[in-house]
């Protein structure tokens, strides 16, 4: 039987209609939630995100715009854009488009954003109240996507064991923290395998519920998967296609072809955890607006 689809985008467009209200409510009070983007470079992959991310922000009444800086910013200039933005108080979510070039420390740049406007979740102070368990902090938006695709289709998480490919600190740390907390929607034992994992269709035969954020192209196959599992795809990838024009095509880090046949539900990728990370984004900017115009 063919698994169930678990279509990101239907459940983005839930979340994008409750941000909308809370939206409108802003703007009852003068409020307009306002959201920047900061794009280093001309990297096609990372215009087209943000272009997407722009455009969803409109739909649903956010502010937005991009300041895009030459590659060869420095990363003084870069830190003095991010306090120019920090300081602004129209401004209530700042977002850094990774990849940034090479010569930028990407953990440096991160930690520089308020964390009360981080809306990513990547500064540090963010990501230890993460650890804490306190709520005051903004969540990963992908991570916190994936638990709200599992919450939306009703996906038992109690008791269940989840085991995640990638140990990461934008998905696998957290997404592990996150399923292992003591509330709804988790509680669940979690394993968390990597490239030193020894025999790993063993231990990703185990899981009821199956993250791949390796980054390796179609790494998951059938033989890696339990029959009736979930399967969650987080990975995007670009390999060569020569019947595309661009020369290449994205995929995930899983084989769905083989996997839809045996899995009990699984994101297609396009359409799976993207839209559910815009869609938290978003979420989480206005939640910055309401707490800042408090």
């Known amino acids: 039987m063919p698994a169930h689809i678990l279509d990101g985008e239907a459940f983005a467009s839930s979340i994008h209609r409750e941000t909308a209200v809370r939206v409108a409510a802003l703007g009852k009070r003068g409020v307009t939630p306002k959201l920047v983007f900061i794009r280093v470079g001309e990297d096609p992959a990372s215009r087209a995100y943000v272009a997407r991310k722009e455009a969803r922000a409109k739909e649903v009444g956010i502010a937005s715009r991009t300041l895009v800086l030459p590659a ?18 129209l401004v209530h979510g700042i977002l850094i488009q990774s990849p940034l070039p090479s010569p930028l420390p990407n953990d440096t740049v991160y930690a520089h954003v308020s964390p009360t406007k981080d809306v990513d979740g990547f500064h540090p102070l963010n990501f230890g109240k993460l650890l804490l368990g306190d709520p005051t902090g903004f969540l990963p938006c992908t991570p916190a996507g994936i638990l709200e695709i599992l919450r939306l289709a009703k996906i038992p998480t109690a ?9 990461g600190q934008i998905v696998g740390r957290p997404l592990a923290t996150l399923l292992a907390r003591k509330s709804p929607g988790a509680d669940c034992t979690v394993t968390l395998a990597h490239s030193a994992s020894v025999d790993l269709p063993s231990l990703t035969r185990q899981a009821d519920i199956l993250i791949a954020a390796i980054g390796r192209p179609l790494f998951l196959t059938k033989e890696h998967v339990r029959p009736g599992a979930t399967v969650i795809d987080v990975g995007v990838n670009r390999i060569s296609d020569a019947t595309n024009a661009r020369g290449y095509r994205l995929v995930g880090d899983v084989d769905f072809a083989s996997i839809s046949t045996i899995a009990g539900a699984i994101t297609p990728n396009p359409g799976g955890i993207g839209p559910m990370t815009i869609a938290l984004l978003l979420s989480n900017t206005v939640r910055s607006a309401e707490d800042l115009s408090r």
């Open 72 to 89: 060869t910013t420095t990363l003084s200039s870069l830190l003095h854009e991010i306090d120019s933005l920090n300081a602004d108080p």
């Open 159 to 167: 008791g269940k064991h989840a085991v995640i490919l990638g140990r």
